[in-house]
């Protein structure tokens, strides 16, 4: 699998869009993009993914570059709830999910 | 209906214990995993059975042995408990095929404490 690089936290004020990058220079061909959180003390919860394109969904937007070396999950209103650390993977059709240091998003009243 | 559920929640025993730790999926999914997460919070794929047949064992202990009797249920059995077993436990399922969009649903885990 392709290596994944995050910051390992962040902060972001409530009501206002985290951005959270995502480094896979590595990426093949056929690895998808994948988003994944963990809530404290919750089981990781899926949010997006993609190929190629941009993808949205009611949870977040995906953005990946035109190189897909990198993306951006975009929350656009971040509420307390959404305090979480935010796991990208990166994996082809079939195989297992690696699951990285990912980054702790804390979103601030 | 919980999708993935996991029994028990928590689970407090002594070192040399054996116990198990059960799992349940209601999506119809063909293939179910265990992780373990221990206190630095690295999630780490243990196993992963798909209809069935394990298709995954990365470097975990003989002492763990999974059992999978239908594809809806795969159960954790841990021998001869170590202290370093502490960890919380998260199954999780998928299906297969299709587009590539392989989501994992992930139960609630199960907390052991080995003391």
């Known amino acids: 699998d392709a290596k994944t690089t995050q910051p390992p936290s962040m902060d972001c004020a409530e009501g206002r869009a985290a951005n959270l990058p995502c480094n896979h220079s590595?990426?093949?061909?056929?690895?998808?993009v994948y988003w994944y959180r963990q809530i404290h003390s919750q089981g990781p919860q899926y949010i997006i993914h993609?190929?190629?394109n941009n993808e949205t969904n009611e949870m977040a937007s995906l953005i990946i570059t035109e190189d897909r070396k990198s993306s951006t999950l975009i929350l656009p209103h971040a509420t307390l709830r959404d305090t979480a650390v935010y796991y990208c993977?990166?994996?082809?059709?079939?195989?297992?999910?690696?699951f990285g240091t990912g980054t702790s998003l804390t979103v601030i009243p | 209906d919980t999708a993935v559920s996991q029994t028990p929640k928590y689970l407090v025993t002594q070192m040399g214990n054996d116990k198990s730790i059960k799992c349940e999926q209601n999506?119809?999914?063909?293939?179910m995993y265990w992780y373990k997460q221990d206190s630095k919070k690295f999630l780490k794929i243990m196993f992963s059975?798909?209809?069935?047949?394990?298709?995954i064992n990365e470097t975990v202990p003989n002492r763990f042995s999974p059992k999978s009797p239908d594809k809806a249920h795969l159960n954790l059995h841990i021998n001869s408990l170590e202290l370093g077993d502490s960890a919380v436990y998260f199954c999780?399922?998928?299906?297969?095929?299709?587009?590539?969009?392989?989501?994992?649903?992930f139960g609630a885990g199960s907390r052991l404490t080995v003391l």
């Open positions: 993977i990166v994996r082809p059709t079939g195989n297992q999910f690696y």
């Open positions: 590595t990426i093949s061909g056929n690895e998808y």
């Open positions: 999780a399922s998928s299906q297969t095929g299709g587009s590539g969009a392989n989501v994992l649903t």
């Open positions: 059975y798909n209809n069935k047949e394990l298709i």
């Open positions: 999506l119809g999914h063909d293939t």
């Open positions: 993609g190929l190629k």
